[in-house]
């Protein structure tokens, strides 16, 4: 039996980093007291959401890797409470900048960094005004307690992405977020979807999914009446894709769940999913258009 345990995470952000920073601690720690091994905090919690709009001045929040405060901060914690980091950050790399994260591992070390593949775009988030599509390729990776595969926010939406993960290895995949409202129509409602979505994930790949969001409602710094409340519902679900917590949509929190992962191999290879699949018979995933090249 190998027992892991892992948490999701959901606060509310300011435009004080110092005192995102030592929210986030918080639920860290409270993870941690409640047995949490594997700790997801969410998408760019180090200062709002500030794709919200286009303003330039926002590069200035970025970091290099090596001389990130924010990632030397939680190596510090991941090592004094053993706990697994996936750590979402702002990325500067030369001209290029990017939305990624590191893997900080329960010793405190750094294991690999990954770039955010699908960049969205558009009212509310205008990603594309800031990221270069990722080009390291999806990841995972051998932590002390699991072999882990994370991706971030829109990616999340994308079934190949899952599927890449699962392939890989991953026996747990965590997605960190920042959504919630649409400003262009306030009717809209994603969440449902957004959960469903990743349930189907886990279901397709058996393998658990882990998910944090943001609360809270945010407005740009620059344009007048242009905010987005961010719908938190944070969850965890099991390999069936059924949801084993899930946080409201405002009560900044932690949600801890154990998973067998032997059990689950098992279970994973029992189906046959994996056995089954023709990876040649999917060469129009390749393609933009569903034509394969010569088809037309």
Same mark, same amino acid.
């Given at each position: 039996m190998a027992m892991v345990t892992v948490a999701a995470t959901q606060m509310a952000c300011s435009w004080n980093k110092e005192e995102n920073i030592s929210r986030a601690e918080k639920l860290v720690r409270d993870a941690a007291g409640k047995g949490a091994q594997i700790i997801l905090i969410q998408e760019l919690f180090e200062a709002p959401y500030f794709c919200i709009d286009q303003s330039p001045e926002h590069f200035a929040l970025a970091h290099e890797v090596d001389n990130?405060?924010?990632?030397?901060?939680?190596?510090?914690?991941?090592?004094?409470?053993?706990?697994?980091?996936?750590?979402?950050?702002?990325?500067?790399?030369?001209?290029?900048?990017y939305n990624s994260l590191v893997v900080i591992d329960a010793?405190?070390?750094?294991?690999?960094?990954?770039?955010?593949?699908?960049?969205?775009?558009?009212?509310?988030?205008?990603e594309k005004q800031f990221f270069t599509p990722g080009d390291t390729g999806f990841k995972v990776w051998q932590t002390r307690y699991?072999? !882990? /595969?994370?991706?971030?926010?829109?990616?999340?939406?994308?079934? #190949? @992405?899952?599927?890449?993960?699962?392939?890989?290895? =991953?026996?747990?995949?965590?997605?960190?977020?920042?959504?919630?409202?649409?400003?262009?129509?306030?009717s809209i409602n994603s969440q449902p979807h957004w959960t469903r979505t990743q349930q189907g994930h886990a279901a397709a790949n058996l393998v658990p999914v882990i998910a944090s969001n943001r !609360? /809270?409602?945010?407005?740009?710094?620059?344009?007048?009446?242009? #905010? @987005?409340?961010?719908?938190?519902?944070?969850?965890? =679900?099991?390999?069936?894709g059924e949801l084993?917590?899930?946080?409201?949509?405002?009560?900044?929190?932690?949600?801890?769940?154990?998973?067998?992962?032997?059990?689950?191999?098992?279970?994973?290879?029992?189906?046959?999913?994996?056995?089954?699949?023709?990876?040649?018979?999917?060469?129009?995933l390749l393609t933009s258009d569903g034509k394969q090249q010569g088809g037309r």
């Amino acid at each position: 039996m190998a027992m892991v345990t892992v948490a999701a995470t959901q606060m509310a952000c300011s435009w004080n980093k110092e005192e995102n920073i030592s929210r986030a601690e918080k639920l860290v720690r409270d993870a941690a007291g409640k047995g949490a091994q594997i700790i997801l905090i969410q998408e760019l919690f180090e200062a709002p959401y500030f794709c919200i709009d286009q303003s330039p001045e926002h590069f200035a929040l970025a970091h290099e890797v090596d001389n990130s405060p924010l990632i030397g901060h939680f190596q510090a914690l991941a090592k004094e409470l053993a706990v697994v980091l996936p750590l979402s950050f702002f990325e500067k790399a030369g001209n290029a900048y990017y939305n990624s994260l590191v893997v900080i591992d329960a010793d405190g070390s750094v294991l690999d960094l990954y770039r955010k593949t699908h960049i969205p775009n558009g009212p509310g988030y205008q990603e594309k005004q800031f990221f270069t599509p990722g080009d390291t390729g999806f990841k995972v990776w051998q932590t002390r307690y699991a072999k !882990i /595969g994370v991706a971030i926010c829109w990616d999340q939406w994308f079934p #190949e @992405t899952a599927r890449s993960l699962a392939l890989m290895g =991953a026996e747990l995949m965590f997605f960190p977020t920042a959504i919630g409202t649409e400003p262009q129509d306030p009717s809209i409602n994603s969440q449902p979807h957004w959960t469903r979505t990743q349930q189907g994930h886990a279901a397709a790949n058996l393998v658990p999914v882990i998910a944090s969001n943001r !609360i /809270g409602t945010e407005q740009s710094k620059y344009i007048d009446g242009l #905010e @987005t409340t961010f719908y938190g519902s944070s969850f965890i =679900a099991d390999e069936f894709g059924e949801l084993v917590a899930q946080a409201d949509k405002t009560t900044e929190g932690v949600l801890v769940h154990s998973f067998d992962l032997d059990a689950i191999a098992k279970t994973r290879i029992s189906w046959g999913l994996f056995r089954d699949r023709r990876p040649a018979m999917y060469q129009t995933l390749l393609t933009s258009d569903g034509k394969q090249q010569g088809g037309r």
